[in-house]
């Protein structure tokens, strides 16, 4: 049965730095993808990266984030989502996502970052941006 544990999330005032975790159990391989998606009330959950375990490619919702965020795997395939110059905008709930697939990319964006392609989720860590 596969798991997702969320760690992480906050407060933080503009222009700080939070760091959130998603410790994966239940996968027998590294073929599948693994990302953080993020949801505000009233609207929909929206992708913001995802990275593949076992080929380690990595893929933005918005590249304008790579400069903000940055994505990881540990040993233990703990995804890290370390995200810094924190701002309004990013507050909302945040979750971990799992899909099993060979590549996180399926051939287009609309694809590869729909919430709907992704069956395994966390139970959500809210990430506040205030001053």
């Known amino acids: 049965q596969v798991q997702l544990v969320e760690s992480g999330g906050g407060s933080v005032q503009p222009g700080g730095s939070l760091t959130l975790s998603c410790a994966p159990s239940?996968?027998?391989?590294?073929?599948?993808?693994m990302g953080w998606f993020r949801q505000v009330p009233g609207k929909e959950r929206e992708a913001v990266v995802v990275k593949h375990v076992g080929a380690g490619t990595v893929y933005y919702n918005d590249d304008t984030d790579k400069d903000r965020f940055s994505i990881s795997l540990d040993e233990a395939n703990t995804l890290t989502l370390q995200m810094s110059q924190l701002q309004p905008r990013d507050t909302a709930m945040y979750y971990c996502a799992a899909d099993r697939r060979w590549t996180c990319w399926t051939g287009n964006s609309a694809s590869t970052f729909n919430p709907k392609k992704f069956p395994y989720w966390g139970q959500g860590t809210q990430v506040t941006v205030s001053s």
């Open positions: 239940g996968f027998s391989d590294h073929g599948y993808c």
